[in-house]
């Protein structure tokens, strides 16, 4: 699984991060995680809004903090 | 109009609160003549007024934006043109959820999108200065006369100034990596009415604990102006006494960022003690429009010309607003 955590470096982006990271060892699954700070990264995959989240190439959450609990179930 | 002044005074401006709390205060053996139980009555007031509007606002607003992501906005504006793009980027900006660090993202996605640069800063324009909050807010302390106007012309505002950008041809001072990017068309995630709901109290939340301090600041330096600060000064630098007094505020207000939750208080006190409503309005206005933290992200997308015209088209657009209310202040209040 191949996750994305887009933002460009406000405290709501680490936030997101930090719930991937939990979310990845409570669902207990293998997953590469990759911050994308850049701003031209971030304009190359298309996204509009901080934080972002792409799984597997699909943006699943636009624009928002989700909680540890959602990216949980959408990790499985 | 019986049913709309209880709407106005009871439920927005919670008058009643007023009471309660003065009452409170009185069977506690303070009284309120007294200066620092007059001062405690309105910090009491203003607090529990002002938070309990704040989360209600908080989360009806973001609800509503919740049906408004950026990606929504760039494909609904990609079927308008001329002046007609940038009234509807202007109003799009308003429902728009918008945090300084989506600002580039968005200015990004809307560029490569083909969107006129005059379009895009409508939006920008409109974003931070008229938003749902501010409207409800402003109709809850000043009226709803007040409320309207503000938002007409911060419209008027946002559609003048993106136009003005693009009739100055101002495209070549966008930074170049942002006219290389080519367009990802990127469907964002459809959400439930669970989702809706869940993102409205999470905002909601969020936001009440990132303004809660602002609130308490605020509604304290109102709570001193109000009952500590005597009229004459107020009405000499801020009221009829000065020409200037809109200049002066909207120069004040620029390099300022404050919560319009924060200010508000401020201004309601500010207000009472004498000053004009424009030059109450246009430090409110420059105060939330324009920031230092939001100008430098938007440094990163625009080459400095370009910001000081956006710069210099916001303050002076907010100066005549501000004296456009001057003049309109006894009939609107």
């Known amino acids: 699984m191949e996750i994305k955590v887009i933002g460009a470096g406000c405290e ?28 031209i990264e971030i304009v190359k995959l298309g996204v509009m809004t901080a934080p972002s989240l792409m799984i597997d190439g699909k943006l699943v959450i636009s624009g928002r903090v989700a909680k540890t609990s959602e990216i949980v179930k959408l990790l499985k | 109009m019986r049913g709309w002044d209880f709407f106005q005074n009871q439920i927005l401006g919670m008058k009643w609160l007023n009471e309660v709390i003065g009452s409170g205060l009185s069977a506690i053996g303070l009284h309120i003549s007294n200066r620092w139980t007059g001062s405690i009555q309105f910090f009491l007031y203003d607090v529990i007024k002002i938070t309990i509007l704040l989360c209600f606002l908080i989360f009806l607003i973001s609800y509503i934006q919740s049906y408004f992501p950026p990606e929504r906005s760039r494909k609904i504006l990609g079927g308008f043109h001329g002046i007609w793009a940038n009234m509807i980027a202007a109003l799009l900006g308003t429902v728009t959820p918008f945090c300084s660090c989506s600002s580039i993202p968005l200015f990004i996605g809307f560029t490569s999108a083909g969107l006129p640069l005059g379009v895009t800063f409508s939006f920008l324009i409109s974003s931070p200065m008229v938003d749902l909050g501010s409207f409800m807010l402003l109709m809850s302390i000043f009226g709803w006369k007040v409320a309207i106007v503000y938002v007409v012309l911060g419209l008027v505002i946002a559609v003048a100034g993106g136009t003005l950008i693009e009739k100055f041809h101002m495209e070549q001072y966008v930074e170049s990596f942002i006219l290389s990017a080519g367009k990802v068309d990127i ?147």
């Open chain 2, 187 to 333: 469907e964002s995630p459809d959400l439930t009415q669970k989702d809706r709901f869940i993102y409205a109290k999470d905002q909601m939340v969020s936001t009440f604990q990132k303004v809660f301090p602002y609130i308490l600041i605020g509604v304290g330096i109102g709570a001193v102006i109000h009952n500590w600060i005597p009229e004459v000064w107020v009405e000499q630098i801020l009221g009829d006494n000065n020409p200037l007094g809109v200049v002066l505020a909207a120069i004040l207000g620029v390099p300022m960022y404050a919560d319009i939750f924060g200010a508000i208080p401020i201004a309601e006190a500010l207000l009472a003690k004498g000053a004009l409503l424009g030059v109450v309005l246009s430090f409110m206005m420059a105060v939330t429009t324009l920031s230092l933290p939001s100008m430098i992200m938007l440094r990163k997308a625009v080459k400095p010309k370009l910001l000081g015209v956006f710069i210099a088209i916001c303050t002076v657009g907010i100066i005549i607003v501000g004296y456009f209310f001057n003049f309109i202040q006894p009939i609107i209040l």
């Open chain 1, 12 to 39: 709501k982006c680490g936030k997101l991060y930090e719930n991937v990271q939990d979310a990845i060892k409570k669902a207990g699954c293998e997953a590469e995680v990759e911050r994308v700070e850049d701003l």
